[in-house]
C-alpha cells in the first residue's frame, strides 16, 4: 500500500536520482580518473624499480610526468597521490554505474557525494598551482584527472542545487537548469590560459 504522506515530503527526502545524461557523465569521468591514476601509479613502480626510467608522457622540459612523480606533491598523504585516485575514481564509477541502474539516493548521500567532487576540485587546484609554479611541469595523465574532476564537480553541484539539496536562490537554479556547460568550459579555458601563459616562450618558439 502507497505511503498517503509521500506527496507532502521534499522531494529530496524520498530520494531522487541523477538522470541518464549524469549517471553516463559520472562514469566517464570516473573511469578517464581511474585510466589515469593507475597509468601513473605503474609508472610509479617502475620509478621505484629503475630511478633512470622515463614514463612514456615525459616528451619536453615542460611535459614531464617524471619531473611530477618525483616532486614532494606527489606523496602528499604519505604514498603516491594516484593510490588515491584510484579508490575516490573507482567510486565516482559505482557512483555512475548505479545511476544508470536506477538507483536514487537521499539528500545525505548527494551531499556526501557533493563534498567528495569539492575535495577533489579544491585538491587538483592545489595541484594545478604546484604544477604550473613550483614544480615547473605538467603530467597529461594529471592533466586528464584535473578535467575529469572539473567537469564532475559541476554537474554534481548543478543536480544538488536545482534539486534542492543545495540552497540557492531561484535565478541559480534558473541557470543551473540552463548554462550547466558554461562553468566547466570556463573553469578549464582559465586553467588552460593559466597553462599557455605560464610558459609562453616555450610554446611559442
Known amino acids: 500500500m502507497a505511503d498517503p504522506t509521500a506527496r507532502q515530503r521534499p522531494r529530496h527526502a524520498r530520494g531522487t536520482g541523477g538522470g541518464r ?68 575514481y573507482g567510486i565516482v564509477v559505482c557512483v555512475g554505474m548505479s545511476l544508470l541502474a536506477g538507483a536514487v539516493f537521499p539528500r545525505w548521500y548527494w551531499l556526501t ?27 597529461l595523465w594529471c592533466c586528464l584527472a584535473w578535467v575529469a574532476t572539473i567537469v564532475l564537480f559541476w554537474y554534481v553541484t548543478s543536480v544538488n542545487v536545482r534539486r ?8 541559480v537554479r534558473a541557470f543551473f537548469d540552463e548554462f550547466t556547460w558554461v562553468l566547466p568550459v570556463v573553469h578549464i579555458g582559465v586553467v588552460g590560459m593559466l597553462v599557455l601563459t605560464r610558459w609562453w616562450d616555450f610554446w611559442t618558439s
Not at 120 to 132: A, D
Open 113 to 139: 557525494y557533493w563534498a567528495g567532487c569539492l575535495f577533489g576540485v579544491c585538491f587538483v587546484t592545489w595541484l594545478q598551482f604546484e604544477s604550473l609554479y613550483r614544480i615547473n611541469a605538467l603530467c
Open 164 to 171: 534542492g539539496a543545495l540552497p540557492a536562490p531561484g535565478f
Open 21 to 88: 545524461g549524469l549517471a553516463l557523465l559520472t562514469v566517464l569521468a570516473g573511469a578517464a580518473g581511474l585510466l589515469a591514476s593507475w597509468v601513473i601509479t605503474l609508472d610509479e613502480f617502475k620509478l621505484l624499480e629503475d630511478p633512470d626510467f622515463t614514463p612514456g608522457c615525459s616528451l619536453n622540459p615542460v611535459v614531464s610526468c617524471g619531473s611530477v612523480m618525483q616532486s614532494d606533491q606527489a606523496q602528499v598523504f604519505g604514498f603516491p597521490n594516484p593510490m588515491l585516485g584510484l579508490v575516490a
